[in-house]
Structures are given as structure tokens and as C-alpha cells.
């Protein structure tokens, strides 16, 4: 959380500083923290704590982008099992030309099993002979205060005491050390927005046209209004997220994954639109809005592109109800004594799903109302979801647009339910400090409002699509078969 809190305030000022920030301690040094040995942070740890070291963190490669279980470059043992030898090349590498330690993942084979292989962690340094810059600041269009390289790995001798967490296990660890990023992206992401709001709010109140200022057109107030209720639902959802990690919970993927998604995206329009506000001055570079907007795009793509988090959502969301679907459909294939208990504990668990409205908890009165419509979205949700599992079965593993709803109402019930506890809290607060007025919380209203119609849209959609012409022009224009 407190690491949030100061990637929020790094992130109101410069996105170049956050991701050079977070390329190190979020995901850099991260791997290290979570997975190394005693041993190797007593070594390692010290001089990367206090800046006197950097870190990077070295998964995409030419061919492992978005696919990052697809790492090329090798790490072969050597025959006395000392150290194993790096091959390859990773590429839009953050920090990779001035950091003194590298996490890099690189393939390794599976002892006993002959032909497999799988990623491994390691810690690397630019000094051991044959690590090699091939780019140092690969020119960009955005972040352009960081240096993004590339770099290559020829016959590396690493000691085998630089394996970080288990052999083979690299995937997972690149995995549960972008958790962490993505969170901080939040951080970033809401700081931003709120710079964009503030600057936003300072042109429309003192920018004259036709006699008035800008803050009197209803167009402007629109888009002031959704930027205000945004920032908020960005900043609720990040705390959120952080305090999951901070309280231990052992699993907080989908959350981090929505987080990203949600706040990238948002900021994205939020940029826009302040952008929009400030019409011909957003273009020149006086003003910071044009470097902002440059900044921002990266967001959708680092870190797990938005596509692929928006299908991880979905299908790790629908993976429970799925197996317990698969449960009960298997047993009235194959009865079986076992398996009749086992169905008729996931059958019941459907079954409540199906039939209760989850009760959405707040302490102040004036929230009930929203509270329960929050509780009636969920079980719609749940419903829909339900649905969605019986009508299409496996091949849902592959529908995306169906995903791509079933993930965006998910990421607004999050998001909604963030809101909620914030305001809750707020309220709460006001109330014991006998403030009489009540706090202005329209933002939050709007937020709701808007986020309650578009958990709406987006089931609604489930069933009411385009999808099929959608397909038939993508098919067509690709020049493949339509489907
Ligand atoms: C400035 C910058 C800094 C970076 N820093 C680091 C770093 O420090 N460490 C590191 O390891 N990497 C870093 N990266 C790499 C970044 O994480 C990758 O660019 C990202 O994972 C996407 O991979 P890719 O660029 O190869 O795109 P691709 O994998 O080629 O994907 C291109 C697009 O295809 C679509 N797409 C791909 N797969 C799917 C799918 N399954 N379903 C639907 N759509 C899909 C998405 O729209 C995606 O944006 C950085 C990149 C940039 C630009």
C-alpha cells in the first residue's frame, strides 16, 4: 500500500520516473525478494535496496511477447552441474543498459525427460563474459526518460547458485512477479488521472469561447464528470488491490489482472479527453498533456497486453464454476458412489449461486440502495456466467468475445464493489468526526451509476451481439474462411 501510495504520487508527475521506478523494485528486484534464498539476498539484496544497485527484469523476447511461455533463449547445464550456459537474445528490456542485476528467464531441461525443458530464473550481471548491450535506448515513442534495450547472451557461464526459486518454475515466478507490477501500474495509472483531471478542471474554469468559460458547456462538464468518477473508482480499486497483498491473501491474480486492465484503460480516456479540453494548446509541448498521451500507450501493452488479461480474467474467473459443472455433467455420464458426492456438493453450490442475492454490506444507510443493486448485478452475473458454461462448454476456451463481457462485467462488479467500500468509509469517518454537512461524494454516485449500466451492457450482450457479422468481416478482410 505505502509502496502505492508513492508510485501514485511519482506517477502525478512522470510516467518515465514510475516505470523506471517500477522496472526495479516492482518487478526487477521482486523475483529476488519473493523467491531467493537466504544466501542470495544477504548477497544480492543490500546494495539493490538502496539504489546503489539496479534491477531489471528480463522476460520478452522476439518470439515471447504476449505468449511469454515461449522463452527461446537456453540455459544448459554444464557437465560438472557448476553453473549453466545462456544463449539468446530478450529485447524491450526496461533498465536493461544500466541495471547491475537481471532477472532473466531462459529455458532449461527437464532432468529426467528426455526433450522437455522449461523456464528457469536467473540472476545475471552485465559483467560476466559474453552478456552483451545491442541496444541501450531502443528510440520510443513514450516513457522516453527510461532506457528500453535489448540485449544478448552468448555463452554465458552462470553459477547454478543464481537459479531463482525452483528449477523450471520461472513461468510461475515471472507470473506472480508481474502481480506486483500490475498493481503498481494502478498506482501510476491513478496518478496520472488525476493530474489530467486537475489540469482539465484548471483550463475549462479559466479558457473563455462564445462568451463563457469552458466549464459552462455541458460537453465539458460531461467528460470533467467522468474523468472525476473514474480517478476515483482508479484510486478505490488500487487500495483495494494493494491491502489484498499487504493482509497475505495467497491468491490475488484476477484482482491484479483487473486492476491493470481497468486502470490502463481508464487513464487512456481520461488522457483523451483532457487532451480534448484543452484542444489545440494539448498539441504543443509546452503543455504536458502531449508527452502524457505519448506515455500513456504503453500502459495497454506492457506488462500482459490488455487482451490477453481481459481472456485471463474470464477464463481463471469461470474456472471454479466450470469444474463443478464438469463435475456434475461427468457423473451423470459415469455415476459413481464417489462422484455422486462430490456433483452434489458442486450442484448445490450452482444451485445457491443461482437462487440467492449475495448481500453487499455497508454500514451507512444512504448506500443500501446501491448495495443491493450491486448484490442483484453479481447474481445476474453469476447467472450469465452459469449460462454461458452450459451453452458453449469447452469451446468458451476459445470465444473471446464472449470472454471479453463475461471480463468487463467482472472488472465493473470489482470496481463497483471498490467504490462502495471506499464511500462506505467515508461516510463512516465523516459521521465520527461529527462533520455535519455530508461529504461530496457525487463522484463516486456517477461512477456507480455508470458502472451499474455497464455490468448491464455487457451481459446484456451475452446474448444480444453482432458477434457472428462481427467474425464474418474480420474472415473476410483476413481473407480466411467465414465462419
Ligand atoms: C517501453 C516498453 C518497456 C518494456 N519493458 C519490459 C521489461 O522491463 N521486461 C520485459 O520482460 N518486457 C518488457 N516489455 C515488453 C512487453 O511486456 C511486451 O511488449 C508485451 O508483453 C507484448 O508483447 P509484444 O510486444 O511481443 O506483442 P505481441 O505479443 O506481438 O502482441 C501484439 C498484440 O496482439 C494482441 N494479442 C496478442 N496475443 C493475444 C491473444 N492471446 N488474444 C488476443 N489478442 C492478442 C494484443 O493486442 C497485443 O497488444 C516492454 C515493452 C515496452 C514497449
Sequence with gaps: ??????????????????????????????????????????????????????????????????????????????????????????????????????????????????????????????????FEILEARMPKMGIRGTATGRFAMRNVKVPKENILGPPGKGLKIALTVLDFGRTTFGACCTGAAKTCLQLAIGHAKTRKQFNKTLSEFDLVKKKIARMAADAYAMDAMTTITASLIDRGLEDYMIETAMLKVFTTERLWEVVNEA????????????????????????????????????????????????????????????PSRERVSKAWTAGMNRLGAAIRVPDVPVRSEELRASA??????????????????????????????VQERIAGAAMDLFASTCVLSRLDAEVQLARRNGDSAPPDHSAADLFLRQSFRRIRRFLG??????????????????????R
Excluded at 448484490?375 to 453469476?382: E, Q, S, Y
Design 1 to 130: 500500500m505505502a509502496n502505492c501510495k508513492l508510485l501514485e504520487e511519482i506517477g502525478r508527475r512522470c510516467a518515465s520516473t514510475s516505470v523506471f521506478v517500477n522496472a526495479h523494485h516492482s518487478i526487477g528486484i521482486r523475483a529476488l525478494l519473493l523467491f531467493g534464498t537466504h544466501e542470495q539476498k544477504q548477497k544480492w539484496l543490500p546494495k539493490l535496496v538502496t539504489g546503489e544497485q539496479l534491477g531489471a527484469f528480463a522476460l520478452t523476447e522476439q518470439e515471447a511477447g504476449s505468449d511469454a511461455a515461449n522463452v527461446q533463449m537456453t540455459a544448459t547445464p554444464s557437465e560438472d552441474g557448476s553453473h549453466f550456459v545462456l544463449n539468446g537474445e530478450k529485447r524491450y528490456i526496461t533498465n536493461a543498459s544500466i541495471a547491475q542485476v537481471l532477472t532473466v528467464m531462459a529455458r532449461t531441461p527437464v532432468p529426467g525427460k528426455e526433450g522437455k525443458t522449461a523456464i528457469t530464473a536467473f540472476l545475471v550481471t552485465p559483467d560476466m563474459p559474453g
Design 275 to 334: 487532451f480534448q479540453i484543452h484542444g489545440g494548446s494539448a498539441y504543443f509541448v509546452d503543455l504536458p498533456l502531449e508527452r502524457m498521451l505519448r506515455d500513456a500507450r504503453i500502459n495497454q501493452i506492457g506488462e500482459g497486453s490488455n487482451e490477453v488479461l481481459t481472456s485471463f480474467i474470464a477464463l481463471v474467473g469461470m474456472r471454479g464454476p466450470g469444474m463443478e459443472f464438469k463435475e456434475i455433467y461427468d457423473t451423470m455420464m459415469k
Design 372 to 401: 443491493r443493486q450491486l448484490g442483484r448485478l453479481i447474481w445476474r452475473f453469476n447467472f450469465a456466467v452459469n449460462r454461458a458454461l452450459i451453452t458453449y462448454r469447452e469451446p468458451i476456451l476459445d470465444m473471446q468475445l
Design 461 to 482: 450482450g451475452l446474448t444480444d451481439n453482432d458477434d457472428k457479422s462481427l467474425l464474418a468481416a474480420a474472415n473476410s478482410v483476413l481473407g480466411k474462411p467465414r
